[in-house]
């Protein structure tokens, strides 16, 4: 993961999931920015940990302190748990 990237998960009453039926929510936050794209890769899990696959988002530009929020949406059955794989700032 990159050290001047922060994040917390967002609760669900702070994003939508339509019209996906399971989705997560990041607040992102790149100290010295991301000139390019800021992109957070997940490992979707089903409810015993058996791996569903991978979802990504991508933010596009994030200035110096900004926050971003990103969301992703899943369309997997069975989709119950979410981890971050791959933090990307370019």
């Known amino acids: 993961m990159d050290p001047k990237i922060a994040y917390r998960w967002g609760s669900k009453n702070q994003f ?5 039926p399971q989705c997560w929510g990041l607040k992102v936050l790149a100290r010295d920015g991301c000139a390019a794209d800021l992109t957070i890769e997940l490992s979707i899990a089903d409810a015993a940990g058996g791996s569903l696959g991978t979802v990504l988002d991508t933010a596009g530009v994030v ?3 900004q926050q971003a929020t ?3 949406e899943v369309f997997v059955a069975g989709a119950q748990k979410a981890e971050i794989t791959k933090v990307s700032c370019t």
């Not at 939508?16 to 996906?20: F, K, N």
């Open 16 to 20: 939508r999931c339509d019209p996906a």
């Open 63 to 65: 200035s110096a302190g």
């Open 70 to 72: 990103m969301i992703f």
